[in-house]
C-alpha cells in the first residue's frame, strides 16, 4: 500500500468516536482510567502478583521467547480460537512452483506498545489459514561472555541496532517471502540467548513481521506490503513493559528501570520513534483501537483478492480429487495401503468433515500418521535376537537391526514428525531444503 493514511484516532470518524465514548463510559465510576482507557487499577495488578522483594531469577522460567506467545507455532486467541502460526508447508503447482508471495504486513512500535497484541487481533480477524508471526527478538545476535554479564546486570543495550543481525533477519524474510522453509532461532529473554532448538516456518499468505526496529533497514521495508506503526504512549509502555518484565522475563523492578532510562527510553526517541515516517498506518493506543485494526484487515482482504486469493479453492481441489476415486487398481505393486480398520475410518472421518475444527484436524492427523508409522515398523530390517526371561528360560526374539536405515518422505513429513519420535526411539530428521541458520 502506497499512500500514507493515518488511522482515525479521538479526534477520528464517528464510529471511532462512539467506541471512545463506550471506552470512556465503561470506565466511569469504575476506576480510574487514563489517556489509553486502561485503567489504573490494570497496570498496577501485575506489580500485586509479583510480591516484593522479586522472586529470584531462574524460579521464574516462563518462557518468553520470540516462539512464547505462539508457542509451538499454535495461538490461541483471547476468544479462545486456536490459529495455527506456522505458516504453509511449501505447495506446489503443477509446473513446480511454489504458490504466490505472501501479503507481508510489518508492525514496528516501541516495547510494550502492543506489537503483538496488534498482530495477534489482525490474524484472528482475518480468519484465513495459513499466516505466520515472525519477531525480531528471534534475530538478537549471540552475546560473548562479557556481553552476558552486563546483560544480567541490565546493563547491555538491547534496544540498539547493533544488538541485532540484520543481514540474517533479511535473508529470512526475502526465504519465507518466496514460500521457503527456514529455521528461526527461539528467544528466550530469562536467559538473554536462543533456545537450542530453532523453530521451522514457512511462507504463508500472510506474514507478520514485527519488532521495536521493523522499520529499521529500508531493504527490508522493500519487502512489505503495509507498515504498521503502533503509536502507544510512552508511560503506559513503561508500565506495561515492568509488568511483564517483571512476572514474565524474570526481571526485578531496579533492573528494569535501569534498563529502561539507560537504554530503552533512549533508543526510541533516536531510533525507533523515526519508524513512524516510513509507515503507511499509524495505530494510536495499540491493540485496543479496534477501529483500525479493523481497517487494517479490509485492507488485507482487500488486496490478498487482488492477489487472486481464493479461500474456496482448496476445497474445490479436494473435491476434484474425491470425484477422480480411488487410485487403488492403477497403483503400483510396492504400494501398501493402510488397512480401513474402523479406527481408521473413524480417523478420517474427523479430518475430512468440513466442520471439525483445526486443531481437532491437527490431533487426529498425529493419531493417524501414528498408524502409518507403527504399521511402517514392520517394513523394517529386523534380525533375531536370543534373550533370558525373568524365569531364565531362552526365547528367540527381534530387534531392529541395527544399520541405518534411511526413509524418505516426499510431501507432509514435518506434520509425522511427533508421531516418528513417539515411536522410533532413536530417529534423526533431516530437512534436506531447509535453509540453517
Ligand atoms: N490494551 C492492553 N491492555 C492491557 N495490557 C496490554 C494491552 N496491550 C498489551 N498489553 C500488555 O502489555 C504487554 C506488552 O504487549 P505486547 O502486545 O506484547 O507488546 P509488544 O509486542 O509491543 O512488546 C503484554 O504483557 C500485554 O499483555
Ligand atoms: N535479552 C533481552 C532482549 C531484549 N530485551 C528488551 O526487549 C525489548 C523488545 O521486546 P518487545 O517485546 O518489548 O518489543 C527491547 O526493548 C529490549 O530492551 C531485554 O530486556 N532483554
Known amino acids: 500500500m502506497k499512500s500514507s493514511m493515518k488511522t482515525p484516532d479521538k479526534d477520528g470518524e464517528k464510529k471511532a468516536d462512539k467506541d471512545l465514548t463506550k471506552q470512556v463510559k465503561i470506565s466511569e465510576g469504575v476506576e480510574q482510567s487514563n489517556s489509553s482507557g486502561s485503567s489504573v487499577h490494570e497496570l498496577i495488578n501485575g506489580f500485586n502478583r509479583s510480591p516484593s522483594p522479586p522472586a529470584p531469577r531462574k524460579r521464574l522460567r516462563t518462557v518468553s521467547g520470540s516462539g512464547s506467545k505462539a ?9 479462545g480460537r486456536k490459529i495455527y502460526t506456522k505458516g504453509r508447508p511449501p505447495w506446489y503447482d503443477k509446473k513446480g512452483n511454489t504458490l504466490k508471495q505472501p501479503y507481508v504486513i510489518g508492525i514496528c512500535g ?21 499466516v505466520t508471526i515472525l519477531s525480531m527478538d528471534s534475530f538478537y545476535k549471540v552475546l560473548n561472555d562479557e556481553e552476558h554479564k552486563q546483560a544480567e546486570e541490565s546493563n547491555y543495550n ?16 526475502a526465504r519465507l517471502r518466496e514460500g521457503k522453509s527456514c529455521e528461526v ?18 511462507g504463508a499468505d500472510v506474514l507478520i513481521f514485527e519488532g521495536i526496529l521493523a522499520f529499521h533497514r529500508p531493504e527490508i521495508n522493500k519487502m512489505m506490503d503495509m507498515k504498521v506503526f503502533v503509536d502507544t504512549d510512552g508511560d503506559l509502555r513503561l508500565s506495561r513493559r515492568l509488568n511483564r518484565d517483571i512476572n514474565e522475563r524474570a526481571r526485578d523492578l531496579n533492573g528494569v528501570l535501569e534498563q529502561y532510562f539507560r537504554f530503552v527510553k533512549p533508543a526510541f526517541e533516536s531510533y525507533i520513534a523515526p519508524g513512524m515516517k516510513a509507515a503507511d498506518i499509524i495505530v494510536p493506543r495499540g491493540g485496543e483501537n479496534d477501529v483500525a485494526i479493523n481497517l487494517i484487515v479490509k485492507q488485507v482482504m482487500t488486496q490478498l483478492i487482488k492477489r487472486g486469493y481464493d479461500q474456496s479453492a482448496s476445497a474445490k481441489y479436494r473435491q476434484e480429487l474425491i470425484c477422480r476415486g480411488p487410485m487403488v487398481d492403477d497403483a503400483p505393486q510396492n504400494l501398501i495401503l493402510i488397512e480401513q480398520t474402523p479406527q481408521v475410518r473413524g480417523l478420517h472421518t474427523f479430518i475430512r468433515d468440513r ?62 514428525e511427533n508421531s516418528l519420535r513417539a515411536i522410533v526411539k532413536d530417529c534423526k530428521v533431516l530437512f534436506p531444503k531447509i535453509k540453517r541458520i
Open 71 to 79: 508457542e509451538h507455532h499454535l495461538l490461541t486467541t483471547k476468544s
Open 110 to 130: 516501541g516495547s510494550a506498545s502492543g506489537k503483538t497484541t496488534v498482530a495477534e487481533k489482525i490474524i484472528e480477524k482475518l480468519e484465513i489459514p495459513w
Open 185 to 202: 532461532p527461539v528467544y528466550d529473554f530469562t536467559t538473554h540467548a536462543r533456545d537450542h532448538n530453532p523453530k521451522i516456518m514457512y
Open 158 to 173: 538491547f534496544d540498539h541496532p547493533n544488538a541485532f543481525d540484520f543481514d540474517l533477519l533479511q535473508e529470512t524474510l
Open 355 to 416: 466442520r471439525t475444527k483445526r486443531d481437532d484436524i491437527i490431533f487426529y492427523s498425529e493419531r493417524l500418521t501414528r498408524i502409518l508409522i507403527e504399521e511402517a515398523m514392520n517394513f523394517m530390517p529386523y534380525t533375531e535376537k536370543e534373550i533370558e526371561l525373568s524365569n531364565r528360560q531362552k526365547e528367540i526374539g527381534l530387534r531392529k537391526n541395527t544399520q541405518i536405515c534411511g526413509v524418505a518422505i516426499m510431501r507432509a513429513g514435518e506434520t509425522m
